[in-house]
């Protein structure tokens, strides 16, 4: 999903920076469909927060529900990253816990060419302890250098610096970064001061394949999503765009998946093309990351549905701001979400939960709510954007770092169950 430029704070994190990096056991061992279904406190936080309306009358009716799994609750990163490092085993399995239907893998591929879960292929810097493991950094694209003479910290370490085997040995941590460290293990800290990094210790990385075999055994829903590379292709001469499409879509083939449970991904629209020409079966579900707005204006970003229409495209998905704007004081659907919805082009959004404390965003802004920043002043208003998109826009379900959101309010509407 979007790029959120990472956090400075010099702060946390100092476990991760001392933790061995080592192999992990088998993600998918032991596990099984949950049935009991745990959303913790914030969802009734949440709910307790709104002002007095019919909506908070509705949604306080379903405080003593029992929660199922929803496939319109889909997880971001995992569905746990307000707290787990992202992309981990552990914060995949947390999404599962709080009802996520749906688990996302970002996918990018290793200097041998095997597939993993990273959320760019140049984060390793960020969301691993990559640095701080010196036979590793050497290996980086740009391996850290220290902040000095007014200069910040840099690093840059992507999948295809290492082998699957050198990716399996790294821990997970919270996607940050300290730009004044003069240290590795000082660059690993950063995290947000509305995150956590009580579980931020050594997230378990996964490989595309140990992803599909854990969201099979957990009985769930997949959304893979091709990551566009940053190095240029065709890598090492012979392996290009299109080849890395059909391993993609390859490895959900050999692993016995059926395409009515895949919901591919793409930001590179010619992905989407590839797929519905080669690979019809699964680019029925296949949506377009369209943020096009971001680069050439709404306007154009409108204008642009009618052409995928045209092509083939069947579910748009782009970030939350495109899909909403403000009148009269209320949020209402965009003119871009009339137009998806007149085409008859399906609808799923990005990402709830990515954001901190509203009060923070109605006072300093907020990419993912920017179109509506001058009416959220609370976190209750969460749920005011959630019921628009739901129930107005129509969207087919919503990406949260925090699956318990959007699983209650599925429950409560009967969305995906």
Same mark, same amino acid.
């Given at each position: 999903?979007? %790029?959120?430029?990472?956090?400075?704070?010099?702060?946390? #994190?100092?476990?991760?920076?001392?933790?061995?990096?080592?192999?992990?056991?088998?993600?998918?061992?032991?596990?099984?469909?949950?049935?009991?279904?745990?959303?913790?406190?914030?969802?009734? !936080? #949440?709910?307790?927060?709104?002002?007095?309306?019919?909506?908070?009358?509705?949604?306080?009716?379903?405080?003593?529900?029992?929660?199922?799994?929803?496939?319109?609750?889909?997880?971001?990163?995992?569905?746990?990253?307000?707290?787990?490092?992202?992309?981990?085993?552990?914060?995949?399995?947390?999404?599962?816990?709080?009802?996520?239907?749906?688990?996302?893998?970002?996918?990018?591929?290793?200097?041998?060419?095997?597939?993993?879960?990273?959320?760019?292929?140049?984060?390793?810097?960020?969301?691993?302890?990559? @640095?701080?493991?010196?036979?590793?950094?050497?290996?980086?694209?740009?391996? %850290?250098?220290?902040? =000095?003479?007014?200069?910040?910290?840099?690093?840059?370490?992507?999948?295809?610096?290492?082998?699957? /085997?050198?990716?399996?040995?790294?821990?997970?941590?919270?996607?940050?970064?300290?730009?004044? /460290?003069?240290?590795?293990?000082?660059?690993?800290?950063?995290?947000?001061?509305?995150?956590?990094?009580?579980?931020?210790?050594?997230?378990?990385?996964?490989?595309?394949?140990?992803?599909?075999?854990?969201?099979?055994?957990?009985? #769930?829903?997949?959304?893979?999503?091709?990551?566009?590379?940053? @190095?240029?292709?065709?890598?090492?001469?012979?392996?290009?765009?299109?080849?890395? =499409?059909?391993?993609?879509?390859?490895?959900?083939?050999?692993?016995?998946?059926?395409?009515?449970? @895949?919901?591919?991904?793409?930001?590179?629209?010619?992905?989407?093309?590839?797929?519905?020409?080669?690979?019809?079966?699964? =680019?029925?579900?296949?949506?377009? #990351?369209?943020?096009?707005?971001?680069?050439?204006?709404?306007?154009?970003?409108?204008?642009?549905?009618?052409?995928?229409?045209?092509?083939?495209?069947?579910? @748009?998905?782009?970030?939350?701001?495109?899909?909403?704007?403000?009148?009269?004081?209320?949020?209402?659907?965009?003119? !871009?979400?009339?137009?998806?919805?007149?085409?008859?082009?399906?609808?799923?959004?990005?990402?709830?939960?990515?954001?901190?404390?509203?009060?923070?965003?109605?006072?300093?802004?907020?990419?993912?709510?920017?179109?509506?920043?001058?009416?959220?002043?609370?976190?209750?208003?969460? !749920?005011?954007?959630?019921?628009?998109?739901?129930?107005?826009?129509?969207?087919?379900?919503?990406?949260?770092?925090?699956? =318990?959101?959007?699983?209650?309010?599925?429950?409560?509407?009967?969305?995906?169950?």
């Amino acid at each position: 999903m979007h %790029f959120t430029p990472s956090l400075v704070a010099a702060v946390g #994190l100092a476990a991760v920076g001392q933790v061995s990096a080592k192999p992990c056991p088998n993600p998918a061992a032991g596990l099984k469909p949950i049935k009991q279904i745990e959303l913790g406190p914030r969802p009734y !936080y #949440l709910v307790d927060n709104m002002e007095d309306g019919p909506l908070k009358s509705m949604l306080d009716s379903c405080k003593e529900m029992k929660m199922k799994p929803s496939t319109f609750s889909i997880a971001h990163r995992g569905g746990g990253p307000l707290q787990f490092p992202e992309h981990s085993r552990e914060s995949n399995l947390a999404g599962a816990r709080m009802g996520a239907g749906v688990l996302e893998c970002d996918v990018a591929f290793t200097k041998d060419l095997e597939l993993v879960c990273r959320h760019s292929q140049c984060d390793l810097h960020t969301t691993t302890n990559i @640095v701080n493991i010196p036979e590793l950094n050497k290996k980086c694209t740009t391996p %850290f250098q220290p902040a =000095a003479n007014g200069k910040p910290a840099t690093a840059k370490c992507c999948t295809s610096d290492i082998t699957l /085997a050198e990716f399996k040995s790294l821990c997970s941590k919270m996607d940050a970064f300290n730009a004044s /460290a003069t240290t590795p293990a000082d660059y690993l800290k950063g995290t947000s001061n509305w995150r956590t990094d009580l579980y931020n210790t050594c997230g378990t990385t996964l490989s595309l394949k140990e992803h599909i075999a854990m969201t099979e055994a957990l009985g #769930l829903q997949f959304t893979p999503e091709l990551k566009t590379p940053e @190095v240029p292709m065709p890598f090492k001469g012979h392996y290009t765009q299109e080849k890395y =499409a059909q391993q993609f879509i390859d490895t959900f083939k050999e692993a016995g998946i059926s395409p009515s449970r @895949v919901w591919a991904q793409s930001f590179l629209y010619d992905d989407i093309l590839y797929w519905l020409k080669h690979e019809p079966k699964f =680019a029925k579900q296949a949506m377009y #990351l369209d943020e096009i707005a971001d680069f050439s204006g709404m306007d154009a970003a409108v204008k642009n549905l009618t052409q995928y229409h045209a092509d083939g495209v069947k579910i @748009v998905a782009p970030p939350l701001p495109y899909l909403v704007t403000s009148k009269n004081g209320k949020i209402v659907p965009s003119e !871009y979400a009339k137009k998806a919805n007149k085409l008859g082009l399906k609808i799923i959004t990005w990402s709830l939960e990515r954001s901190g404390p509203i009060a923070g965003v109605h006072a300093n802004g907020d990419y993912y709510y920017s179109s509506i920043q001058d009416i959220v002043t609370r976190d209750g208003d969460i !749920y005011n954007l959630v019921d628009v998109l739901a129930r107005q826009v129509g969207v087919l379900g919503m990406f949260s770092d925090w699956s =318990a959101t959007v699983t209650y309010y599925a429950n409560c509407f009967g969305l995906g169950l």
